[in-house]
């Protein structure tokens, strides 16, 4: 990184990125997807994490199903504003399209390293005044705490759903672990916290070295699963909702128990 306020902005990007050359994490998650944001070098790199992780699109796909039901959840408590970090290449189902269909002024701030993913966010957004899209390092939570966006949008007196939803594996721990420390402490009482994490403790752990080996090569460092006493950590004092951190799929209901090739567990926790 070259910038090291953590925040950047589109047309004053990385000067060394080569976009269609080297694989993002953002854009592998949206070829698992099936969406069309991404290039050769992410097909190829999706291709070959799912011969490691036969299941990881299976994963995906929980997990983006775990994100809607998280925010109506937050939605149902009463949140009216989302800080979406690590939101990814714009989908079906995004955070704003959800929350303001039921709520049309709420207001939603994704965040995101990938320069890629904050532009698509960007286009989809020009006409939202309640949305918007920041490309930030989440290591650095001043500057998305500080950026312009988020306090313009985001009130800080009010509650505010954070989104940490399949990022974290992607930051080491010890840039992960005081970064989250600062967002939840930023949080006013009555706040909730989302987590989607990858689990070191399935049948992925035999995939374990070759998925960090092909993220390695991408614009995160990392890809690590840690133990579920390892992801608790990140809830802080927030107090997690039923049914607690389980897997993925299962939140807040259903799933027979049987992870199957499932690598990845959930949980919503609400700041007191
Ligand atoms: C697997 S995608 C998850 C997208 C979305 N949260 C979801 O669950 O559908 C992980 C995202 O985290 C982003 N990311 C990774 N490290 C990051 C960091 N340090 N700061 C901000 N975003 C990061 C990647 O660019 C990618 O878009």
């Known amino acids: 990184m070259t910038d090291h306020s953590g925040v950047s902005f589109l047309g004053m990007g990385n000067a060394d990125a080569d976009y269609s050359s080297r694989p993002s994490s953002a854009r592998i998650y949206d070829a698992l997807l099936g969406g069309s944001h991404n290039f050769s070098a992410d097909r190829e790199a999706a291709k070959r994490l799912l011969a490691m992780l036969p299941a990881a699109g299976e994963m995906a796909r929980a997990n983006r199903a775990f994100l809607h039901r998280a925010v109506q959840f937050m939605l149902d408590a009463g949140v009216r504003q989302f800080l979406d970090i690590g939101s990814g290449i714009p989908t079906v189902g995004n955070v704003h399209e959800i929350a303001q269909s039921r709520v049309p002024d709420a207001r939603v701030v994704y965040v995101d390293i990938d320069p890629v993913a904050v532009a698509h966010a960007g286009e989809i957004l020009r006409d939202n005044r309640h949305a918007t899209a920041v490309q930030a390092d989440m290591r650095f939570p001043e500057a998305i705490l500080g950026h312009p966006g988020v306090r313009r949008l985001l009130d800080p007196d009010r509650p505010i759903g954070l989104l940490l939803v399949a990022m974290l594996h992607f930051v080491p721990d010890d840039d992960a672990y005081p970064a989250v420390e600062r967002l939840v402490a930023s949080l006013p009482p009555g706040s909730y916290v989302a987590i989607s994490h990858g689990v070191s403790e399935t049948a992925a752990d035999a995939a374990t070295d070759g998925v960090a080996d092909l993220y390695r090569r991408t614009d995160v460092s990392t890809a690590t699963g ?23 799929h299962e939140w807040p209901s259903g799933g027979d128990g049987a992870p199957g090739d499932m690598a990845v567990v959930a949980g919503v926790a609400r700041k007191p």
């Open 226 to 248: 840690r133990s579920r006493a390892q992801i608790m950590r990140f809830f802080g004092d927030a107090v997690l909702e039923p049914p607690g951190l389980v897997w993925v």
